[in-house]
């Protein structure tokens, strides 16, 4: 009925109208007040009308990936007391919704021909420690200039990405790059475990002879689907769903710019439930405080 008489107001007058409707025109007046006026509004509607900004920002300030979920739990951490079924009423109403994750294409090219390191993994995809296993694999991203590859190394304890690469070709020296800079950055001891698929770039004999060089033991799975390299394949997936799928891309400069600034907020802000929501930095940095306690503790 209120829009209603906003909308016939200026032809009928508003007393008219209300004298045929079952509304009295104090009640109209009430209405339109308070939508001038915020401090007339109702508790619930100004608090929705502040959790809608709270949750705009958080939305925005993720690249727009978060669903109801990564939402509430970041409103969480930043001290913002609200449940779970709120945000997801206002989210609706404000039509932001997280990305989904489509059917992955293979890129990688099985060799069986060439020899394979035995499956040290055998698809327990977990570390007691950083540095322990890594996984390694790549996907692609079509430009208008053709397609182009990205390759991530992972480290599997807080599933932070420790080495990646953007490319215009599959060669081994692709891979071998995103390889070397987890290396460099990490610096890891011996005992590290480096699990891939049967692509391969990863079965070369360069990229073999590197892994052992540095004394890191190669892994490969035995069967050669996606659940032999789940959560690499899973670091591929949330790329392709949080920057590939979500617009067009001119040049391999413009895929490695976006990737650069994804991988940093992957790193440091991004929330993973398997962490207990917490981003993998904040993970390392927890192992690494207990490390310290623990030995001022011996």
């Known amino acids: 009925m209120i829009a209603f008489i906003d909308e016939h107001r200026d032809v ?17 007046y009430r209405h ?48 913002v007391k609200v449940a779970r079924c709120t945000v997801a009423r ?8 997280g990305v989904r994750r489509g059917r992955r294409i293979k890129t990688t090219q099985r060799d069986d021909a060439a020899p394979r390191p035995l499956d040290r993994v055998k698809r327990q995809f977990r570390a007691d420690r ?13 430009t208008w200039s053709g397609f182009v590859y990205v390759a991530f190394v992972t480290d599997v304890f807080a599933r932070r990405i420790v080495g990646w690469r953007v490319s215009a070709s599959m060669r081994t020296d692709f891979v071998l790059d995103a390889l070397n800079q987890a290396l460099h950055d990490r610096q890891p001891p011996p005992g590290l475990i480096h699990h891939s698929d049967h692509g391969s770039q ?7 002879e590197r892994l052992v060089d540095v004394g890191v033991e190669p892994s490969v799975g035995t069967v050669g689907d996606s659940y032999d390299n789940a959560l690499a394949e899973t670091i591929n ?4 769903a949080e920057v590939v799928h979500r617009r067009s891309w001119r040049t391999l400069q413009d895929v490695e710019l976006a990737t650069l600034e994804w991988v940093h907020w992957y790193n440091h802000h991004r ?19 207990n490390l310290v306690l623990s030995a001022r503790a011996a």
């Open 12 to 28: 009928y007058g508003i007393e008219p109208i209300c004298r045929l409707l079952p509304i009295a025109p104090s009640t109209y």
């Open 32 to 79: 339109a007040g308070r939508r001038s006026d915020p401090e007339q509004w109702p508790a619930r509607a100004r608090r929705d009308a502040e959790l809608k900004a709270l949750i705009r920002q958080v939305w925005d300030e993720n690249f727009g990936v978060y669903g109801v979920r990564k939402v509430w739990r970041q409103l969480l951490r930043d001290g």
């Open 90 to 97: 206002l989210m609706k109403v404000m039509g932001l919704e």
């Open 130 to 142: 950083p540095n322990a296993l890594w996984v390694a694999d790549f996907t692609y991203c079509w």
């Open 202 to 208: 990863y079965l070369s004999i360069r990229y073999t």
């Open 237 to 240: 997936g949330l790329y392709k």
């Open 271 to 289: 929330l993973l439930g398997p962490l207990g929501y917490v981003s993998p930095a904040e993970a390392e940095e927890a192992y690494n405080r």
